[in-house]
């Protein structure tokens, strides 16, 4: 996403971080800080958002490093923190870490692992977390019960109906949770718990929330397409949002699954 911070990582951050990602990083961060651990790695940290909770909660003395893909999301994340708050933001691919075997006590991925091979980055999350470490993730559950993107895909079908945008399909495509777990179990994880967590949130700007969505890499894929105004994808977005779920505020239903596990001592 380099060279479109104002148009697509600020939206995101701004107005689908509270919506989407706030409450279930905090969740994250509570469930993290309540084992103490003194070296944390945070995978997909995007703009920051559960890094910032992490950091709010963990030890003093504890270190956490937060690695993203995009240099451009980094940045943001950046810049809500002071220095000497013991974080590190890093460029690095989830499936190649660059950190030496065994370094870690925790590590942490919400709503990453949809975007990267899981094999692989699961493997390297079993290589870099010490004996006794744990690894959470979340992923989304599916379109059904989650509209930004089921709601989505019915307003870009009716302006692309022979080839719709492609990237929202990818967060919710990831909620099966046997292939998950037996991927985990596989690759020596034990245990593997899982919960399924529905939280809702209420919306004041439905606008600025469907604008935010088109504005994701989707606004790219709108543009190759060519001949629709976004802006007008935005108000049909918008528009569907008030009918199904009302507005004044829009009481937004979503709903997520989280995986928490752990590296066997040895």
Not at 23 to 42: F, I, K, N, S, W
Not at 141 to 162: G, H, I, M, Q, T
Not at 253 to 259: C, K, V, Y
């Amino acid at each position: 996403m380099a060279g479109y911070v104002d148009e697509v990582v600020i939206p995101y951050d701004r107005d689908l971080g509270p919506v989407l990602f706030e409450h279930y990083g905090a969740d994250t961060a509570r469930r993290v800080a309540e084992q103490a651990p003194v070296d944390v790695l945070e995978i997909a940290a995007g703009t920051g958002i559960v890094t910032r909770h992490l950091r709010n909660l963990l030890a003093k003395e504890a270190h956490l490093t937060a690695i993203d893909i995009s240099e451009t999301m980094m940045d943001v994340a950046r810049q809500k923190f002071q220095p000497g708050e013991q974080v590190t933001f890093q460029t690095a691919d989830a499936t190649a870490l660059p950190f030496a075997d065994e370094v870690f006590d925790a590590v942490v991925c919400q709503f990453g692992i949809m975007f990267f091979d899981r094999d692989k980055g699961f493997c390297e999350v079993y290589r870099t977390l010490k004996p006794g470490g744990r690894y959470l993730f979340r992923v989304w559950d599916s379109a059904r019960y989650n509209p930004f993107a089921s709601l989505s895909f019915e307003v870009l079908k009716r302006y692309f109906p022979s080839d719709p945008p492609q990237f929202l399909f990818d967060p919710v495509s990831c909620h099966q949770i046997d292939p998950l777990k037996e991927q985990l179990l596989q690759i020596g994880f034990d245990p593997v718990v899982i919960s399924v967590q529905r939280h809702e949130y209420d919306i004041l700007d439905v606008t600025a929330f469907a604008r935010a969505l088109v504005y994701t890499p989707v606004i790219f894929e709108i543009r190759d397409r060519g001949g629709v105004d976004p802006e007008e994808i935005v108000k049909e977005l918008a528009d569907a949002f008030k009918k199904e779920f009302g507005s004044s505020p829009m009481r937004y239903p979503m709903q997520a699954i989280l995986f928490e596990t752990e590296k066997p001592q040895a």
